[in-house]
Nanobody, 127 residues
Framework: QMQVSESGGGTVQAGGSLRLSCTAS????????MGWFRQAPGKEREAVAS????????SYADSVKDRFTISKHDDLKILYLTMNNLKPEDTAMYYC????????????????????WGQGTQVTVSS
């Protein structure tokens, strides 16, 4: 059974940077497309970024485009979310998720496509 676990969250000042990590338990990490989601208190969960099985295709929410970078490393079985120029509105619990059964270069089309979720890591950005 695939399991994912996030780390790297913390408190940072506006304009700062953080790198979130998501480690996977499976030896078949290359079979999974991956994504990052976040949920702030009182708000709905939103998709932040996704990456295909190949690692070459990515998608970002407009609110994080040009600030966040998602990267998938099959050899290490790890997924990163590098976050630069953080803003107070980026404050949220961040979740890693995995989707199986997609073609090599396809991106998951919705959150329902992800079947394996982590417990989350908190990111707090102070102004």
């Amino acid at each position: 059974q695939m399991q994912v676990s996030e780390s790297g969250g913390g408190t940072v000042q506006a304009g700062g940077s953080l790198r979130l990590s998501c480690t996977a338990s499976t030896q078949y990490f290359d079979l999974y497309a991956m994504g990052w989601f976040r949920q702030a208190p009182g708000k709905e969960r939103e998709a932040v970024a996704s990456v295909s099985r190949s690692g070459g295709e990515t998608s970002y929410a407009d609110s994080v485009k040009d600030r966040f970078t998602i990267s998938k490393h099959d050899d290490l079985k790890i997924l990163y979310l590098t976050m630069n120029n953080l803003k107070p509105e980026d404050t949220a619990m961040y979740y890693c998720a995995a989707a199986r059964g997609l073609a090599f270069r396809d991106l998951p089309e919705s959150a329902s496509r992800y079947k394996f979720w982590g417990q989350g890591t908190q990111v707090t950005v102070s102004s």
